[in-house]
């Protein structure tokens, strides 16, 4: 089946515009997850949605930053002025119930310049 | 916070073993994974430990001791192919809310 996918898969974009990445995670899975993987660095979780529960936004690294899933599907990170620090390659990963394992879409390369 | 460390690169000879070692300090334990990431590509799952021992899946295993916060994967039979980087990651509770060490290169030389 087709496995998770983001778009777009490049964006460059100049300081201070606002940006909105998108994840379709696989069919049937209730938990989504959103990282970013600075050069040189591992990957930071950011939010975390399970089901229709309130999201897990403790790892939005400020305001500037938020998410949305509607239906219990399609997930946007919203960037809001985008500095050049937010720079990155933004991960989005999803997981059933059970078992554990998160299966990672391809990713959103962001430059911003 | 989570504190995870993992050697930065290795580099073995084809049909050598690697052993990738992983330690980590974090404020709870629902598991350690292991990742492999091809340049460009997606994270994708190796190995999945919760209880003390080895997990063996063909020519990757991976071992675990929660008493050391210690982990290791081990490649054995190394091929061209398995030049990646190995994410070692820690899951503090069940929402499986991922922490990530850096990441090990691994070179695989002819």
């Known amino acids: 089946g087709a496995g998770v996918s983001q778009s777009p898969s490049n964006k460059v974009t100049e300081k201070g515009k606002d940006v909105e990445l998108r994840c379709d995670p696989i069919s049937g899975h209730t938990a989504l997850y959103w990282y970013r993987q600075s050069l040189g660095q591992g990957l930071e979780f950011l939010i975390y949605f399970q089901g229709n529960s309130a999201p897990d936004k403790s790892g939005l690294p400020s305001d500037r930053f938020s998410a949305e899933r509607t239906g219990g599907s399609v997930s946007t990170l919203t960037i809001q002025r985008t500095q050049q620090e937010d720079s990155a390659v933004y991960l989005c990963?999803?997981?059933?119930?059970?078992?554990?394992?998160?299966?990672f879409g391809p990713g959103t390369r962001l430059t911003v310049t | 916070g989570q504190n995870i460390d993992q050697p930065t690169e290795m580099t073995a000879t084809e049909g050598a073993i690697v052993q990738i070692n992983c330690t980590y300090q974090?404020?709870?334990?629902?598991?350690l994974f292991w990742y492999q990431q091809h340049a460009g590509e997606a994270p994708t799952f190796l190995s999945y430990n919760v209880l003390d021992g080895l997990e063996e899946k063909g020519r990757f295993s991976s071992f675990l001791s929660r008493s050391k916060g210690y982990s290791y994967l081990l490649l054995k039979e190394l091929q061209m192919k398995d030049s990646a980087s190995y994410l070692c990651a820690v899951s503090p509770r069940g929402d499986y809310k991922l922490s990530f060490g850096a990441g090990t290169t691994v070179t695989v030389r002819a």
């Open positions: 990963a999803s997981r059933r119930d059970s078992p554990y394992e998160q299966y």
């Open positions: 974090t404020s709870g334990f629902n598991g």
